[in-house]
Each structure stands twice: as structure tokens, then as C-alpha cells.
């Protein structure tokens, strides 16, 4: 195998077991290739191999990329991962049909006018600031109940939500913090776990799971 299937492989075989050790169905966890500074030749080498969803962080990179991807893909999904600026949402409209980073009301606003506009309204993971961390986007956890019931009201589907826990500490108890809000509040998805400790969010409920090196090397 090649190196991108032999990578591929084991992600898909780590997920596989650790839904098994949660007593879950493997199917229920998507995951979502983290395609940031990659190339199209390594992205379509996973479409080749049954990869359909796939994470940007820029905007600017994901219209670059993605449109002539798209035409000759049209079953990929493709995923706003990073933070998303308001004056950005009508081109994210356009572009993506899954944006985790919701995370104010401005910006709510702005995706739903954008996509009145679009005639088209992304699914959307509200982000949730599960460590507290001043210089990281998520709507704090005492806001977290306010922005749902707004986001329910408006037009955009509801996802779930997403988290990122703190870099350098234990990430479980963080997942476990946010699939607790997520019963809590009454939401099913949970967009947690990147290539470091996606093992970990799956066991801990995880319904997504973004991986890039993991997928595509360094």
C-alpha cells in the first residue's frame, strides 16, 4: 500500500476500535480530512479511497481549491474548520456545507442573511471555549445555552457541538465536559478529536473527528 492508504488504514482501524470499546457503530463517527495546506493530488489520492469529507480552515485556501475538486466530486462534503470572520460568510455559504465554528450572534446573523441570499444554509457545530482559553474562538460555556436557542430559531440546521480542548493537557476530560453540555442542552452531534487524540473523543462520543497529519503526514 502507499503511504496514504497505509495512514488511511490505521485511522480508520483506531476509530473502528475505540467505538468497539464504547459499545458504538463505527458508522456513526465521520471523519473529516483536515486538507489545510495540502496539496490537490494528496486530497484526491483520498477521494480515491472513499475519503467524502473533508476540513479547511481559510477560506481563501477552499475557494482555491475546491470548486474544480468539487465539479469533478460532487459527493464531497466539504467542512469550515477554523474561526470564521462575519465579513467571510457569504463566501462561506457558498463554499462549505458544514461550518464547526459558530461561536457569536454576529456571526449568526451574518450566515443566515448570507444564506437567505445563497438560497442555501450550512449545517452548523456550535463551538463551545471548553478550557476557558482567552485567545481561542467558542462561545463561553455559561453563553453556550442563549446561542443555541438562537440558532434553533434561525434557519441554519443544527449540528451539534465542537470543541478543541487545551493543547498540552489530557484531553478526556475536556470530551467528556462537552458530550455532557451536549446532553445537557439537548444536541446529538459532537465534533471532537483531532489527530493527537481522536481515539480518545470517539470512546467519549465523538461524532466527528477532524485528522489531518494523521491522514497526510506532516
Known sequence: MTDAATRLAEVRDQIARAARAAQRNAGDVTLVAVSKRHNV?????LIARGVTDFGENRVAEAAEKWPALRQAHPGIRLHMIGQLQS?????????????????????????????AKAG??????????????GQKGGVAIGGLGDLLDA???SQLPLAGLMAMPPKDLEPGPFFALLADLSRRHGVKGLSMGMSG????AVMLGATAVRV??????D
Not at 460568510?89 to 444564506?115: K, M
Not at 489531518?212 to 503526514?217: K, M, N, V
Open 87 to 115: 465579513n467571510k460568510a457569504a463566501e462561506a455559504v457558498e463554499l462549505f456545507d458544514v461550518i464547526h465554528s459558530l461561536d457569536r450572534a454576529s456571526l449568526l446573523e451574518a450566515l443566515v442573511a448570507a444564506g
Open 151 to 153: 440558532v434553533r430559531a
Open 212 to 217: 489531518g497529519s494523521a491522514l497526510f503526514g
Open 197 to 200: 487524540d481522536y481515539p480518545v
Open 120 to 133: 442555501r444554509y450550512p449545517i452548523v457545530y456550535v463551538q463551545v471555549n471548553i478550557g476557558g482559553e
Open 41 to 45: 493530488a494528496a486530497i484526491e489520492d
